[in-house]
């Protein structure tokens, strides 16, 4: 059986059985988080994401919607990831889920839940199949390329069409397979796409089935595609295995940033931190900073706005703050390196060792771990109180906690995504003019 076939049926398998209760806990809280990212990115990527969507020509409908959704899902780097996999499935399963409950606003939360899951599972299944950490070694994003596999899944799952044209759908979102991350960020800002069109794929790979075209089955299995398989997906859920975020930012060195927590901040000289080696290149970027995407990617800004401010929320990621003096000469002083042990556990763990020397002597932690990875969860209180920092801008603080009160709830409705977020990602008024 092809691998797109074992994913196509891996998907309907989640689908039509009862989901574990703790897998259903984190399912809710993945989704209530990623939507939480996809609205702290709308608050600053608004106006450009929509003109570029009319300039696009992307009427109001589903595609418009995944893409505006997917650009603003990865806009801050908050969401969830699957450290083996190297993928962020949020940022583009979520935006073709939305777009499908567009199309079919009257599904149940337990099919909607239910086709959200089984995205997961082939986006994350896909991903250890073809080698998540093998593309982004060659300077692909494993999420623009594999997660609109999933995405497709979701969305065919929730239109209700049958497992050979969910095959089909996921055939097609990986025959246009794309999405580079190679080149620098200093002064460039497309990669803030890649999630948007990552995700309008996804659902124009369903629409283009129920269309009646047809993709090729055998596309992970052709020996010369990029997306070859290398090993079988393992069993069981993929989705507890994804770790959140607690702080804005590279995945690369959260763990280092929430050893830092525990400094006084006033007394840092400088920070030494050792990573697997294979992270090194990704976030080795001393100052200056040219933009917030570039911070968003350097454990320089990132270790030092930690420490000059106290935490590592998109907030901290404001150009003014890219210029602050006290906080530029803290990033100066801060050593990235690699360490063979952390190197050995890669990428399964994203480990590191830092080192913080202060007028008083040196300090020094090891983390194999972040707040947030499996085993490591962030707690209900601590999700919400993410969720509202990401929120409260757009939708003011207690709108924020009470949209996460309810995603989180024992029995939410659709109706919260239908009348609170997905009013959000349509065309404003003040854009329809032109």
């Not at 567009?102 to 080698?131: F, I, K, Q, T």
């Not at 595609?225 to 060195?253: E, F, I, N, W």
Request: glycine share 8%; aromatic share 4%.
């Amino acid at each position: 059986m092809s691998l797109v076939a074992e994913l196509a049926d891996r998907a309907h398998a989640v689908a039509q059985e009862p989901i574990p209760e703790r897998v259903r806990e984190a399912t809710q809280a993945h989704l209530a988080d990623t939507v939480a990212a996809v609205l702290a990115g709308r608050t600053t990527l608004r106006e450009p994401v929509e003109r570029l969507a009319d300039g696009l020509q992307l009427e109001p409908g589903s595609r418009r919607t995944a893409f505006v959704a997917g650009v603003y899902a990865n806009g801050w780097e908050v969401a969830g990831i699957h450290r083996a996999a190297v993928l962020c499935p949020g940022c583009v399963v979520l935006p073709a889920t939305l777009a499908a409950l567009e199309m079919r606003p009257e599904v149940s939360w337990a099919e909607y839940l239910h086709a959200y899951l089984a995205g997961y599972e082939v986006a994350l299944a896909a991903a250890l199949a073809v080698g998540g950490d093998r593309l982004i070694a060659q300077g692909w994003w494993p999420t623009a390329l594999v997660a609109p596999l999933g995405g497709a899944a979701a969305a065919s799952i929730l239109l209700g069409e049958p497992v050979a044209k969910t095959a089909s759908a996921i055939a097609l979102a990986a025959q246009q397979a794309g999405g580079a991350i190679a080149g620098s960020t200093a002064d460039a800002n497309g990669r803030y796409l890649l999630s948007g069109l990552a995700a309008e794929r996804a659902i124009s790979a369903v629409l283009a089935v129920r269309a009646g075209w047809r993709g090729p089955l055998d596309i992970l299995d052709d020996p010369r595609s990029p997306l070859l398989r290398q090993r079988t997906p393992p069993d069981g859920y993929l989705l507890p295995q994804t770790s959140m975020k607690a702080h804005a930012g590279a995945k690369h060195v959260q763990a280092a940033v929430d050893a830092l927590a525990t400094v006084d901040g006033s007394d840092v000289l400088g920070i030494r931190c050792a990573l697997p080696a294979q992270l090194v290149r990704a976030v080795d970027r001393p100052p200056p900073f040219g933009s917030p995407l570039n911070a968003l990617a350097s454990a320089q800004y990132m270790l030092a706005v930690s420490v000059r401010r106290g935490r590592c929320s998109p907030w901290e990621f404001q150009p003014e703050l890219l210029r602050d003096k006290a906080i530029l000469d803290l990033a100066g002083q801060v050593r990235v390196e690699g360490a063979d042990d952390l190197s050995a556990e890669y990428p399964a763990s994203w480990g590191v060792r830092v080192e913080v020397r202060t007028t008083s002597g040196a300090v020094q932690f090891v983390r194999r771990d972040a707040r947030g990875d499996p085993g490591h969860e962030l707690t209900t209180a601590e999700l919400v109180e993410k969720i509202v920092t990401l929120t409260g801008r757009s939708l003011g603080d207690e709108t924020a906690r009470d949209l996460a009160t309810a995603l989180l709830g024992a029995d939410p409705s659709p109706a919260v995504l239908t009348t609170h977020v997905l009013p959000l990602l349509r065309r404003p008024h003040a854009f329809q003019e032109a």
